[in-house]
């Protein structure tokens, strides 16, 4: 059975303006290979997850230079509860300050990507996320 590609929403939550990185993040997950869908910039949580509900995701990307990360992260995992889309893969990138890397992990981000993170890298730990996802889900 041939595998499909997996597919990844890239979202900007909040008000932060800049999306050069997630553009060239999502320019480098379909290189690899991945279906992404760019919702642009200014996206409310609710927007996000009706997105990825609607694109049938394996993967939300995130990418927040705003500081509104511990506000807005929330309010995403649990609109992903409500549509019972608990499975999907969330990863995060930007400007996420140390201390509040240990408080997202445990509500649910899979990893976290700083600036200067290598873009085959990222693509690399998605394969293997949604792979494990899969896995757990075939027994």
Do not use: C, W
Request: net charge negative; proline share 5%; glycine share 10%.
């Amino acid at each position: 059975m041939a595998s499909r590609a997996i597919r990844v929403l890239v979202a900007k939550p909040g008000l932060d303006g800049h999306d050069r990185g997630a553009k060239v993040i999502a320019r480098s997950l379909r290189d690899a290979g991945m279906e992404v869908v760019y919702t642009g910039i200014r996206q409310t949580p609710e927007m996000i997850v009706e997105a990825a509900l609607q694109e049938d995701v394996d993967v939300i990307g995130l990418s927040i230079l705003s500081g509104a990360h511990m506000v807005l992260f929330p309010s995403i995992f649990q609109g992903l509860e409500r549509n019972r889309m608990g499975d999907v893969v969330v990863v995060a990138g930007g400007i996420i300050p140390e201390d509040d890397r240990a408080a997202l992990q445990e509500m649910g981000v899979a990893a976290i990507f700083g600036p200067g993170t290598p873009t085959p890298d990222i693509a690399e730990f998605i394969r293997q996320a949604v792979a494990e996802r899969d896995s757990r889900a075939a027994t």
